[in-house]
């Protein structure tokens, strides 16, 4: 707006100096001076026509902006925003978001992005992990001067932080979960109170916390672009993978088909939601034993091998130099993964 006023003002003075200049050079008593004048006019007088022409026909760039910032507001919060400034690191993201399209995993990275709440691309995030993979493994190379230590620290990289993603998309979910009732209880109120079913997700998306208050801030920003209520809650129940909300979305739709007491409904589901949250906890409290004892069982077999080979490397010095030695590393391992599974499944119990 600033530019614009700027361009205007500039525009109405070329066309008083075009105006004003010849009548003050018909005027002045000096040739010279009536020369530059008319100079100056002739000058001010082109610039003049050409901001014209620039504001008449010239790209509204000013609109555009103004345009997306209005649009923005019902834009996804975790939109992909493409932060990336270099053109070699952004050339690198788009290389590797295409092989894992290629591969079929773009749509699972994108879904644990979106769960953990990362405004970042796919490619993004592989490019982000890539990086700093490359320069963990070159940091235990120069530690270890070993290249097989190199690439663990590598790979170890990357496992920690495919992981570290999904342990914050796996509690987001479980705090929309546990939020759900809450959630449920205030849509069936806000209907008893004479609220439109709109209405009533507008006051979820305004009074909620975090994750529950983000996604229906987003269901209700998509609603606003023309969506069905009822499919923007479903991607919300797609998106966090919750059965249970899929399953109130479910009711809402079978209710705007057929009519029904909605209200009562969500209570009802409120209410058995609760009951099944209480009872997983109680389990989780009862099986909390078990699952210390499996993962101290898991980890003591790896951490003493660590601590055994940074204290006393020629003990071990066997199980790399000779084939018995690789394939009793090899042996360990897999009966290792397969223990640890063991142990998950045993202490692991479905609600």
Known sequence: MMRRLLTLNVLVAGFMLATI????????????????LLFVGAIAAGIALFLLIMIVFGPNKAVERDLSGRLGTYASQTEKTGKLKNPFLRRFASKAESVADRRGMTGMIE??????????SAGEAIAGAIGVAIVMGLLGGLFTQNIIWALVFAGGTLLIAAVAVQTVARRERVKFENQLPDTLNLISTSLRAGYSLLQALEAVASESPEPTGREFGRAINETRLGRSPVDSLKDVAERMQSVDFDWAV???SIQREVGGNLAEVLQTAAETMLHRNRLRREMKALTAEGRISAIVLSALPILLFAFLYFSNPGYLEPLFSTIYGIVALVVAGLLMVAGIVWLNKI?????
């Open 347 to 351: 202490v692991t119990i479905e609600v």
């Open 250 to 252: 479910l009711a809402i």
């Open 111 to 120: 879904t644990a992005l979106e769960q953990a709440n990362m405004p970042i």
């Open 21 to 36: 200049g010849p009548a003050l050079a018909q005027d002045s008593s000096s040739s010279s001076t009536g020369d530059i």
